[in-house]
């Protein structure tokens, strides 16, 4: 077990990777100093002590958006579960809730950004369940136009306001000014994303 000296040491030398200074201590305690320490910074730290020698900034920031991406994703998916449905086929019946007309099993795969084999094996399911209809194109039998149902429709609006709920309750600790420009720097990261992967500004889930 270390003693006290040599935490102090290992913290002394974590917080001097990186840039070094204020920055390289802001990073020692997984934010700004004085900030309330969450998971990530425990993990944070326990790298900076092993590996001094690397910079640990962007593990901050993805890991973070990957740990509250699971915790909501978590929470949020309580009420799926419920009713049977999995988040997948969740996001199949808002795709087409949302833009409110048919579409085909490859505009739902780039929509929910999914592969084509997946969208089939969930609108088979969907469909057995009497929650979506496919008719085939009248001009190409091979291609097919996937409608919400009636019941679909009920679904989909019955969850949504209690996911939206759940959000605002998240979100609730943290001010309009603050909200806005979280959202705005996710946007920018979002954008650089997609632009990488050559994913078109029209097909987000």
């Not at 009713?83 to 808002?94: M, Q």
């Not at 809730?97 to 609108?123: I, N």
């Not at 009920?154 to 001010?175: F, I, K, N, R």
Request: with cysteine; aromatic share 2%; hydrophobic share 40%.
């Amino acid at each position: 077990m270390s003693n006290g000296n040599e935490r102090g040491a290992a913290e002394e030398a974590a917080a001097r990777a990186g840039d070094g200074g204020a920055g390289g201590a802001a990073r020692a305690t997984g934010g700004a100093p004085g900030a309330p320490r969450d998971t990530v910074a425990a993990v944070v730290r326990q790298w900076q002590a092993v590996r001094p020698d690397i910079d640990t900034g962007p593990m901050e920031v993805i890991g973070r958006i990957n740990r509250c991406a699971a915790l909501l994703q978590q929470a949020e998916d309580a009420p799926l579960r419920r009713v049977g449905l999995t988040r997948p086929e969740f996001d199949l019946l808002g795709a087409l809730r949302r833009t409110g007309h048919e579409l085909t099993p490859g505009e739902l795969a780039r929509e929910t950004f999914s592969s084509g084999a997946a969208v089939t094996k969930r609108l088979k399911q969907l469909q057995e369940r009497g929650l979506v209809d496919r008719r085939a194109d009248t001009r190409d039998r091979r291609v097919s136009h996937v409608g919400l149902t009636d019941a679909g429709r009920d679904l989909v609006d019955s969850l949504l306001p209690d996911q939206l709920a759940y959000e605002t309750v998240v979100l609730a600790g943290v001010d309009e000014d603050g909200q806005a420009r979280l959202s705005a720097l996710l946007g920018d990261l979002l954008r650089q994303l997609e632009g990488r992967l050559g994913l078109s500004p029209g097909f987000r889930g």
